[in-house]
């Protein structure tokens, strides 16, 4: 099956600790993205990649960081920094770097509880 | 304000009944997109109009764009229960390579 993985579904960190969330896709898809959505809310854009090695900020990217060593992959580490981390989180890839006319594919999600 | 602002926040439905839409929005774009998310799952793209198009369908789907008022609108005709969900526009905007996300509108269609 062709597709975005996200792992894990649920996840749950202490104040302090950084975590990481997984995404992996096998659409040989060169962007990747990920976003936060809040309760009610809509989508916002934390880092994008649109190719390997490369990678740029969103509009809330402080706290998080992301590498894209490979194609399939765009890890999301969430850092102590991030003050209120807790939310659903939505990892997306297209087709080329340029958005142009291009849908966005997305995984189903990891939701994120601080504790 | 984010670029993408939905009317109305929620909605809700008989079944068999049409549901209407709206997106609103601030800057140029080269295209707009819809997607519907259900509860606590990921987002699927519905259908994509780019700026230079007025008017496409997909299934019962009809997407309409006016660049002059800055506004989108998506129909659903003869809903159905499984409509119920969240509905998001994109845009994505002139010289930025990105889509920004509305709030979105929660639809319920009731049986």
């Known amino acids: 099956d062709g597709g975005i993985t996200q792992s894990p579904k649920y996840l749950f960190r202490k104040e302090g600790q950084n975590v990481t969330l997984s995404c992996e896709q096998n659409l040989n898809h060169d962007a990747m993205y990920w976003y936060r959505q809040d309760p009610g809310q809509g989508l916002r854009l934390i880092y994008y990649?649109?190719?390997?090695?490369?990678?740029q900020k969103g509009d809330i990217a402080e706290g998080y960081s992301v590498s894209r060593e490979k194609k399939e992959s765009f890890p999301l580490t969430v850092t102590s920094a991030q003050k209120n981390p807790t939310a659903f989180y939505l990892c997306?890839?297209?087709?080329?770097?340029?958005?142009?006319?291009?849908?966005?594919?997305f995984g189903p999600g990891t939701r994120l509880t601080v504790l | 304000s984010q670029q993408g602002e939905e009317d109305p926040q929620a909605l809700s439905i008989q079944e068999g009944e049409n549901a209407t839409m709206n997106c609103s929005y601030k800057t140029s774009i080269n295209n707009l997109q819809w997607y519907r998310q259900n509860s606590g799952r990921g987002l699927v793209h519905l259908i994509l109009?780019?700026?230079?198009?007025r008017e496409k369908h997909s299934g019962r789907l009809r997407v309409t764009l006016d660049t002059s008022k800055k506004s989108s609108s998506l129909l659903i005709t003869a809903s159905r229960a499984a409509d119920t969900a969240s509905y998001f526009c994109?845009?994505?905007?002139?010289?930025?390579?990105?889509?920004?996300f509305g709030q979105g509108t929660r639809l319920t269609i009731n049986p």
């Open positions: 109009i780019r700026s230079n198009e």
């Open positions: 994109a845009t994505e905007i002139q010289g930025a390579q990105k889509l920004v």
């Open positions: 997306a890839s297209s087709t080329t770097g340029v958005v142009i006319y291009n849908e966005q594919f």
């Open positions: 990649s649109q190719i390997v090695n490369d990678f």
